[in-house]
């Protein structure tokens, strides 16, 4: 009691083909027919068909039989599976300078339509792709709208824009993260997926079965 467990769905994204630079420190390490999954920890279940990059690094979690020890930088533009996704070839992994390696798996996916930070990350990594090392197309330049708020079919960019933010290190992104969460939850309405037309609040926790039902993700909580 007293203690609040903030409840994730940790999504399993099943790795396609890894980049070159995670082959070479892979080796014989993994064998080549080894399922290998990356699991963001996301709040937003119902927002996952959205999910066109996937951004990470890794931090000491839990305890596991570590068969190799590889950075995020190592694996930039690694094609994985998401779940739901509209991209249903793939996304690559690509780099988020504000991920925390203390938050959830230190793993997450990115919304550009529902979530500011994804939207912050998106425009700059499309800015400066040289600088972050990827290819300017790995980063899917359209924005699919998932929910309809009152002020906008893709709220994030909608608060980027009009609370003036610049960049994914602005100071206002805490407050457009929290309006964007509580537009979304309290008064969203799906317009995309299988949910369309239901309340987010209903759409939320069928999302979250589905996901569940099909073994695509499963219940994480700290
Ligand atoms: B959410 P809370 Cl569409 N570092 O998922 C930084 N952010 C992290 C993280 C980490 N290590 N682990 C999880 N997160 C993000 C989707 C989403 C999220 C949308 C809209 C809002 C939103 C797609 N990204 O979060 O501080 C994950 O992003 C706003 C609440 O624990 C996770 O859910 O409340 C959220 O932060 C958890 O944030």
New binding site residues.
């Given amino acids: 009691e007293g203690i609040a467990v903030?409840e994730?769905v940790a999504l399993k994204l099943k790795t396609l083909q890894w980049c070159e630079k995670a082959k070479e420190l892979i080796g014989d390490k993994i064998p080549a027919d080894a399922d290998v999954y990356f699991i963001?920890?996301?709040?937003?279940p119902e927002?996952m068909y959205g999910q066109m990059a996937f951004q990470n690094i890794f931090s000491p979690w839990g305890e596991y039989d570590q068969v190799l020890g590889i950075k995020g930088s190592d694996v930039i533009g690694t094609l994985v599976h998401a779940p739901l996704s509209i991209h249903e070839k793939g996304i690559r992994i690509l780099p988020m300078s504000?991920?925390?390696?203390?938050?959830?798996?230190?793993?997450?996916?990115?919304?550009p339509s529902?979530?500011p930070?994804?939207y912050a990350t998106v425009l700059d990594l499309r800015k400066k792709p040289e600088f972050y090392g990827i290819q300017k197309e790995w980063v899917v330049e359209e924005i699919l709208p998932i929910i309809q708020t009152p002020s906008s079919n893709l709220i994030a960019k909608h608060l980027y824009e009009t609370m003036k933010i610049n960049s994914p290190k602005d100071q206002k992104l805490p407050e457009a993260?929290e309006i964007?969460?509580k537009e979304g939850f309290y008064s969203g309405v799906m317009i995309y997926g299988e949910f369309k037309g239901m309340p987010v609040q209903e759409a939320k926790p069928l999302v979250k079965k589905q996901l569940l039902d099909l073994g695509l993700a499963f219940n994480y909580g700290e």
């Fill in positions: 903030q994730y963001p920890a996301t709040l937003r927002t504000t991920v925390k390696p203390t938050k959830g798996t230190g793993v997450v996916t990115c919304v529902d979530s930070d994804d993260k964007a969460y």
